[in-house]
């Protein structure tokens, strides 16, 4: 199981949320904009609201999170390599 150090979480957190109010958004606007253009059901704006909330979350989580968390982690283990 992957632990997080208490900086790793809060390296996360910030995007998590922004992620989260910004895919939020899109989703909004994504369900209304197909339910004043799209002769689409239900289903399919729903499915495409979650769609765009998702890739929404993963535009801004990976570059802003994971990956300043993966490259500190790399650092450090490369540092303790180092130290060896």
């Not at 995007?15 to 606007?29: H, T, Y």
């Not at 289903?43 to 801004?60: D, E, G, P």
Request: aromatic share 8%; proline share 4%.
């Amino acid at each position: 199981m992957l632990k997080l150090t208490s900086s790793e979480r809060e390296t996360l957190t910030g995007p998590l949320v922004i992620g989260c109010v910004l895919g939020a958004f899109v989703g909004f606007a994504s369900w209304g904009f197909d339910s004043e253009y799209g002769h689409l059901g239900h289903l399919r704006m729903l499915l495409n609201a979650l769609a765009a909330f998702l890739v929404s979350l993963v535009i801004v989580t990976v570059p802003f999170g994971v990956l300043p968390v993966a490259a500190g982690r790399r650092q450090r283990r490369k540092g303790s390599d180092d130290a060896e």
